[in-house]
T-cell receptor
């Protein structure tokens, strides 16, 4: 089983839609969680950290469910500029390495 | 500079040659990571540094790959006797507290082995 698993998509949605991505992780001792965004042929960039209580940043909401080892990202009112690959990232305790999921492709169309 | 800097940005090399890739992390960042990304694929972890030591080098694909970090700052990833399957984008990231905080990426070195 992969350490971090994501639905690869692609998710094709119209502008203004709400879309949700899920991510599961295998190591129950994982401590830190993040969502990154990667545009085509660019480096990944931090979108937001994910906190136990859930957190929101504008149109983006991240949730963490430790019991189910599950992270989600909700994007409301999708914009064309949201089109990218969204990467779920988990800190693996012991190795102190950040493990990236393979990413979920989002395409927002007008 | 303000961000993570990697050089060269592009490198074309002949099969069998050695290459060195350089990463200048954000000043003050103690954690440094190397990843590689093949076309259309996800990020593959290579090695993690905390200061000058590498507590996790589990991702290095073979003994042709090595990395070092000096002065708690600049890191060099060396690939010896390059093979065509080494062609990828090599990404470096740095952070302040190991994996507990976010990491910031450089723009990567695109390596092509011909």
């Amino acid at each position: 089983r992969k350490e971090v698993e994501q639905d690869p998509g692609p998710f094709n949605v119209p502008e203004g839609a709400t879309v949700a991505f899920n991510c599961t992780y295998s190591n129950s001792a994982s401590q830190s969680f993040f969502w990154y965004r990667q545009d085509c042929r660019k480096e990944p960039k931090l979108l937001m950290s994910v906190y136990s209580s859930g957190n929101e940043d504008g149109r983006f909401t991240a949730q963490l469910n430790r019991a189910s080892q599950y992270i989600s990202l909700l994007i409301r009112d999708s914009k064309l500029s949201d089109s990218a690959t969204y990467l779920c990232v988990v800190n693996i305790i012991g190795g102190n390495k950040l493990v990236f999921g393979a990413g979920t492709i989002l395409r927002v169309k007008s | 500079g303000a961000g993570v800097s990697q050089s060269p940005s592009n490198k074309v090399t002949e099969k069998g040659k050695d290459v060195e890739l350089r990463c200048d992390p954000i000043s003050g960042h103690t954690a440094l990571y190397w990843y590689r990304q093949s076309l259309g694929q996800g990020l593959e972890f290579l090695i993690y540094f905390q200061g000058n030591s590498a507590p996790d080098k589990s991702g290095l694909p073979s003994d042709r790959f090595s990395a070092e970090r000096t002065g708690g700052s600049v890191s060099t990833l060396t690939i010896q006797r390059t093979q065509q399957e080494d062609s990828a984008v090599y990404l470096c990231a740095s952070g302040t507290n190991g994996g507990r905080t976010e990491a910031f990426f450089g723009q990567g070195t695109r390596l092509t082995v011909v």
